[in-house]
């Protein structure tokens, strides 16, 4: 059964960064894109960003300059790293699978097996 599991999230203040991790079992990574989202309280699920199985990443706007994503298919993970956090980043952070080789790659249609997502709040 295919599964992930988020973890990294917590308490930070405006400014600073963290580093969310997104693991797989009960598969490979090696052969999958990979998206993370996010959703605020009362508001919808949001695209932030993917990789691709070959590394190729896309951002969501709201993400660019500021969080990176990566993967190490040896530990069969994949990372974002958040830095420059503003309290409109606090929100509930998922990882799924999904595409992104093509637009409009951050869909939330579009991906599946679904995390129990890590919670990221933002504040002083």
């Known amino acids: 059964q295919v599964q992930f599991v988020e973890s990294g999230g917590g308490l930070v203040q405006p400014g600073g960064s963290l580093r969310l991790s997104c693991s797989a079992s009960?598969?490979?990574?090696?052969?999958?894109?990979i998206g993370w989202f996010r959703q605020a309280p009362g508001k919808e699920r949001e695209g932030v960003s993917c990789i691709s199985s070959s590394g190729h990443t896309r951002y969501a706007d709201s993400a660019k300059g500021r969080f990176t994503i990566s993967r190490d298919n040896a530990k069969n993970t994949v990372y974002l790293q958040m830095s420059s956090l503003k309290p409109e980043d606090t929100a509930v952070y998922y990882c799924a699978r999904g595409p992104c080789r093509w637009p409009p790659y951050l869909t939330v249609s579009d991906y599946t097996s679904w995390g129990q997502g890590t919670q990221v709040t933002v504040s002083s």
């Open positions: 009960g598969f490979t990574l090696d052969y999958v894109d």
